[in-house]
């Protein structure tokens, strides 16, 4: 006997139940992230110190360090990507679904069509793309210093990372030596009864040792950053636009997916 192999359709109250619990899993996700975003940021930051004494002076342990990037931008919203997806997909698919014969209208975003979407998936949309949430976490994503010089690390340790890191920058140490000695008075023999010798100090400068310092960063740049918010807003009135010129048709599946909106809000 032939196996059936054919994958059972999705039917919608299913569908329904999973949206209605994964939105839950979402709207967490981004509050974490906002907070993350917020108090973490030392996550984002590395620090390299080395020093090596010179012979004969002492060992200043404090000035060696290594301190690794935990995380980067990118990581960070991949992993929210890839754990959010589901939910998208599932939200786009019942309104698709449930507007099967309503209103539809062509995306327009930035010149490039998207694609046709009824009224119910744009509204979905609208609604997803003025949430405080959304814009939350992108306006509260980390960001390198526009002060520091930044170029992308060739560390191996951060191959392949989006790590970027600051010039090295190498210092002597140094410290400050008081030495005493007798000041000369060719007016008063030494032999003088109750001769006493004027005494001063001098001060000495002694080099104990060479260091460096360089920050790593996995940070995104301030323009990254007003980047994303800017394709938020542009993507915002490009629904609003389609809303209005929506008209009727029957779909199943939504062409808006995770991948889709996110690929465009992270791109470089």
């Known amino acids: 006997m032939k196996k059936n192999n054919k994958k059972s359709p999705l039917k919608l109250h299913i569908l329904l139940a999973k949206t209605d619990v994964l939105a839950a899993q979402f709207k967490g996700a981004l509050k ?9 940021q030392g996550a984002f930051r590395g620090e390299r110190k080395t020093y090596e004494a010179n012979p004969g002076t002492v060992d200043e342990v404090s000035r060696r360090g290594n301190v690794l990037v935990q995380t ?4 960070k919203l991949e992993w929210f990507t890839e754990n959010n997806s589901e939910y998208i997909n599932a939200l786009f698919s019942q309104e698709k679904t449930n507007s099967c014969g309503i209103a539809k209208a062509e995306l327009i975003v930035d010149g490039e069509s998207w694609g046709e979407f009824t009224s119910l998936e744009l509204l979905r949309l609208k609604t997803l793309l003025e949430s405080s949430d959304l814009k939350g976490m992108y306006g509260n994503i980390p960001v390198r210093s526009d002060a520091e010089e930044w170029n992308e690390t060739d560390a191996e340790m951060y191959q392949g990372r989006a790590i970027f890191e600051s010039p090295k920058n190498t210092y002597t140490n140094k410290t400050t030596i008081k030495e005493s000695y007798i000041l000369e008075d060719p007016n ?3 032999t003088t009864a109750n001769y006493t010798p004027q005494v001063a100090q001098k001060n000495i400068i ?3 040792g060479q260091g460096s310092i360089q920050r790593f960063s996995g940070e995104w740049s301030h323009r990254q950053r007003a980047e994303v918010l800017k394709r938020i807003s542009a993507l915002h009135l490009a629904v609003v636009q389609a809303l209005k010129a929506a008209n009727d048709v029957e779909v199943v599946e939504s062409e808006m997916t995770a991948e889709k909106l996110f690929d465009y809000l992270h791109q470089e």
């Open 32 to 40: 974490d992230y906002i907070g993350f975003f917020k108090n973490k």
């Open 72 to 75: 980067t931008v990118d990581e």
């Open 188 to 190: 008063v023999s030494k």
């Open 206 to 208: 002694q080099e104990l």
